[in-house]
């Protein structure tokens, strides 16, 4: 399997969208869009219920993302969001996640993302693969993803 590209402006704007929810002291999560498998076209943010630990998509504003979709012919192939603490996929986010293909990718920031790069983007979050065994296996995101 070939890895995703990513480019470094989509991953600077994830980075600004995290710390800014951060800033206040919330995570915030942001979907990677794709109109294909092997290159995030863009990043949509859903208008999103957050607090220090947990962020919430309602069902309208996944109608909307799902409208979105529709409209631009689009596919979401990951979420990215942002933990207070450490980075790790927690048992609401086993639970939560708005990917749900195989192959759909988790990502997580730690301490809201304050100290994401671009450079460092990589290396510092955990990264996540849905398996065809509907689990979330920790994975080096360098494996998965390349940051051009």
């Not at 704007?13 to 294909?36: D, F, M, N």
Request: proline share 3%; glycine share 6%.
């Amino acid at each position: 399997m070939s890895r995703i590209k990513v480019g470094r402006s989509i991953v600077a704007s994830t980075i600004e969208r995290l710390q800014a929810g951060g800033r206040v002291g919330h995570e915030r999560a942001v979907l990677w869009l794709s109109s294909g498998t092997d290159r995030i076209d863009e990043v949509y943010e859903p208008r999103q219920r957050t607090r220090a630990d947990q962020f919430y998509f309602d069902r309208q504003s996944m109608q909307m993302l799902f409208a979105y979709l529709r409209e631009k012919r689009l596919r979401v192939l990951a979420q990215v969001h942002s933990h207070p603490g450490r980075a790790f996929h927690s048992d609401a986010d086993d639970e939560w996640a708005i990917v749900r293909h195989a192959g759909a990718l988790s990502l997580v920031l730690p301490r809201f993302a304050q100290e994401a790069t671009v450079d460092n983007f990589l290396s510092l979050a955990a990264t996540y693969v849905l398996s065809t065994r509907n689990d979330w296996e920790e994975t080096p995101g360098a494996t998965l993803l390349e940051v051009c």
